[in-house]
C-alpha cells in the first residue's frame, strides 16, 4: 500500500508560480515513477508530466514544456512540480499519482496510487 498527499494548491494571478509537492509514503519502493495530472471541471484527467526513479528521466506535455518542472526528492520521497508563468487555463484540480511501470507515463490508466488532489486557481 503506498499513500500520497498533495499540497502547495492555492489562488494566484496570472503570470505567477505555484510549487505542488507530493510525499509518498508505505511501500516506496514499489514507485518506479511519479507523476502529475489534472483535471478541470467538464474535462477529462489530463497528463502534466512524470519523473523515473531510477534513471531520472522526465515527460511534459505540451502544454506546460518551458514552464513546469518536475523534480525529486529521494530522501524524502517526495515529488515536486514547479509551475511558472501560470495561466487561467491551468485552473484544475492537481493529482499526484505513482506507479510500478516506466513506460507509458502519459497514460493514467497505468498509474496504481492517486492522491486526494489539490486546487489550484489561476485569475485573470
Known amino acids: 500500500q503506498v499513500q500520497l498527499v498533495e499540497s502547495g494548491g492555492g489562488l494566484v494571478q496570472a503570470g505567477d508560480s505555484l510549487r505542488l509537492s507530493c510525499a509518498a509514503s508505505?511501500?516506496?519502493?514499489?514507485?518506479?515513477?511519479m507523476g502529475w495530472f489534472r483535471q478541470a471541471p467538464g474535462k477529462e484527467r489530463e497528463f502534466v508530466a512524470a519523473?523515473?526513479?531510477?534513471?531520472?528521466?522526465?515527460y511534459y506535455a505540451d502544454s506546460v514544456k518551458g514552464r513546469f518542472t518536475i523534480s525529486r526528492d529521494n530522501a524524502n520521497n517526495a515529488v515536486y512540480l514547479q509551475m511558472n508563468s501560470l495561466k487561467p487555463e491551468d485552473t484544475a484540480v492537481y493529482y499526484c499519482?505513482?506507479?510500478?511501470?516506466?513506460?507509458?507515463?502519459?497514460?493514467?490508466?497505468?498509474?496504481?496510487?492517486w492522491g486526494q488532489g489539490t486546487q489550484v486557481t489561476v485569475s485573470s
Open positions: 499519482a505513482a506507479t510500478a511501470r516506466v513506460v507509458g507515463l502519459a497514460d493514467g490508466s497505468k498509474y496504481d496510487y
Open positions: 508505505g511501500r516506496t519502493f514499489s514507485i518506479y515513477a
Open positions: 519523473i523515473t526513479w531510477s534513471l531520472y528521466s522526465t
